[in-house]
Nanobody
Framework: QVQLVESGGGSVEAGGSLRLSCAAS??????MAWFRQVPGKEREGVAA???????RYADSMKGRFTISKDNAKSTLYLQMNSLKPEDTAVYYC????????????????????WGQGTQVTVSS
């Protein structure tokens, strides 16, 4: 059974940076992703890393966010730079045992493993 635990959230001023971590137990070679959710809105895909190491990003995060994975540490990361107030949300780590989620990585309903979430607050 895969368990995911996020850390690294917090409060930062606009233009600042944060790095989120997601420690995975029972981790094999999954498709892993970051999602975020604001109260009253749908959970949206932020970025994903496919089993072959390739990455996918939502358009609004390209150039600002970087997803990476350390297989030796079974840890997923999200480096967030140039943060904006609209990036304020609860960020979730997700995983699914699928070799190639490249075409549907942002579909939250495809993931069956989730972390508890970590709050990111960006002030203007």
């Amino acid at each position: 059974q895969v368990q995911l635990v996020e850390s690294g959230g917090g409060s930062v001023e606009a233009g600042g940076s944060l790095r989120l971590s997601c420690a995975a137990s029972g981790y094999v070679n999954y498709c892993m992703a970051w999602f975020r959710q604001v109260p009253g809105k749908e959970r949206e895909g932020v970025a994903a890393i496919i089993s072959d190491g390739s990455t996918r990003y939502a358009d609004s995060m390209k150039g600002r966010f970087t997803i990476s994975k350390d297989n030796a540490k079974s840890t997923l990361y999200l480096q967030m730079n140039s943060l904006k107030p609209e990036d304020t949300a609860v960020y979730y780590c997700a995983a699914v045992a699928h070799w190639d989620c490249g075409s549907w990585w942002s579909n939250r309903w495809q993931y069956n493993h989730w972390g508890q979430g970590t709050q990111v607050t960006v002030s203007s």
